[in-house]
């Protein structure tokens, strides 16, 4: 069964007016963003990209004060017609048990490069984190020759400045200090890539 059966209403798929309240009882299981209106389905992610999900979530948690937490595609309100799901986010644990959450819980915004998010990824979606002011927004690409990570930081409001961009061992000092392996995620992405059954 498709995405689109799942939905209560399909019209919904043709509507350009739609605001997060209208969408709000979709079925949590549904893969989706709101982007300016619109609702745009997406499949599920690859293993490569929930792996490195998995990876980037637990490298931020190794000093993570307890008043924060990460979570996985957690949907981020960005305004009454765009609700946006980062592959990675952190947030404030005040935030509570709630989605959307708002953007000001959001420390940082992190979205993991698929063939049909690139352009989204490094264009609409760093303009749109910007804009609602989360400190931090990174992009990992896993589809380059070697996995790479781009750290982008707000500098002034509305305004990300791009501080690293690199497929070497990393660490970042913001929020806290992260060690990002680079070099071990190619790896693993490589194996993977390699050991690849046929599919029958």
Not at 1 to 12: F, I, K, N, Q, V
Not at 79 to 102: A, F, K, M, Y
Not at 139 to 155: G, H, K, M
């Amino acid at each position: 069964m498709t995405a689109a059966l799942r939905l209560p209403d399909p019209s919904l798929l043709q509507r350009r007016d739609l605001t997060v309240d209208d969408i709000a009882d979709l079925p949590e299981d549904l893969r989706y963003e709101l982007i300016e209106g619109r609702l745009v389905l997406s499949p599920r992610a690859k293993t490569t990209h929930q792996l490195l999900s998995k990876k980037i979530g637990d490298a931020i948690e190794v000093n993570c004060p307890d008043e924060f937490m990460i979570n996985i595609e957690q949907a981020v309100l960005i305004g009454p017609g765009t609700e946006l799901h980062p592959d990675v986010v952190l947030l404030r644990e005040e935030s509570g048990d709630c989605s959307p959450v708002l953007p000001e819980d959001v420390l940082l915004a992190v979205e993991v490069v698929s063939a049909s998010s690139k352009s989204t990824d490094r264009g609409f979606k760093l303009k749109q984190y910007a804009a609602v002011e989360i400190p931090s927004y990174w992009i990992v690409d896993p589809l380059a020759e070697r996995v790479t990570f781009t750290q982008f930081v707000l500098s002034a409001p509305g305004v990300y400045d791009q501080v690293v961009e690199t497929s070497a061992l990393v660490t970042v000092h913001q929020p806290w200090e992260i060690t990002l392996d680079l070099p071990a995620w190619t790896r693993r992405r490589d194996r993977i890539r390699s050991n690849n059954r046929p599919r029958r």
